[in-house]
């Protein structure tokens, strides 16, 4: 399961870096988020039509909104019940060819519906962006579980509770109640530590530490910060005036969603939480609908979706 923000060549990469894993019995998931539909048909779909035709790809544009539910997006309104694990991608990240493989050989001889997470020490080498120019910092041993947004599967019924979380969102405050926070912090966006929690305290789960020993594999991972924020959301999502009155998932579990169109004249409009605003141009007007392919303004305006993913005025 990937779910990428505006980052095309890393997301078109991250696809054929999983096709290219050593273990095959597998099908990728992936939602792409913080384009126009004209990028998406223009730029995306030609360079991944050949996976999609072959059956090893799913793929769709949607709207973003919080880590939690971007992560379920990627496989909402598919038949799960023919997977056994859910491994969540991301595309920044740089995986070992053998890592589905060490997955997959874990779960071989456990229960159904079975979660893996490794329990080792991974090495953490971090790197920061400062005025265009990338430092490298010690590289340090990371304790237990530190890796766990990077190396988890979820079993079947992680994902199908998950599901229910969403349309029950009381079930989020029972399973918090029940997490220990050792560093004092609320779940807030932190939805990979939610998983985490949530697959060891549901299991079954099997860590899947001692496979990569067997290989010989110590997982690394680099943690970097550049000048565009390596998040799934963007920088002006995440300090929208909206996002400072809903503090988490838990106060707020269907927030807006944000969507670019591209106009005619190849102007990109922003549409999130009943506003629009121009690229570049940080001025918000409000809009009246957004829907069916159609861009209602409060001024009178209607923009019409067309073939190729771009909107034109409707005059």
Known sequence: MMSSYGRIPEMLHQIRAMDAQSYKNTHLFVTVKGITEYMYLQLVVPNVRDLANAGK????????????INLLDTIRGYDLDEYDLFLKIDDDDIYHRDYVKCCANAIQI???????????TPTIKTISQKNGTWVFNDTFKAKPFDGYGHMMGMGLPIIKHFFEVERKPTLLLQDTALMPWEDGMSIGWREDRYCFEMLRRLGPCVNIAPVCEKLGIVPSYIGGY??????TRSRSYRDSEFLKRVKSFKNNPHPPR?????????????????????????EKHRYISFKNGKLEMKNGKVYKRQADGRYAEVK
């Not at 769709?60 to 939690?68: A, S």
């Not at 550049?226 to 998040?231: I, P, R, Y």
Request: proline letters at 2%; a negative charge; glycine letters at 12%.
């Open 57 to 68: 790809l799913s793929l769709c544009l949607t709207g973003n909104t919080n880590q939690f």
């Open 110 to 120: 456990c229960a159904p519906g079975t979660s893996t997470y490794y329990g080792g």
């Open 226 to 231: 550049t000048v565009t924020n390596s998040w």
């Open 258 to 282: 944000e969507y670019f169109i591209e106009l005619e004249d190849t102007r990109v409009l922003r549409i999130f939480d009943g506003y629009y605003n121009l690229i570049g141009n940080d």
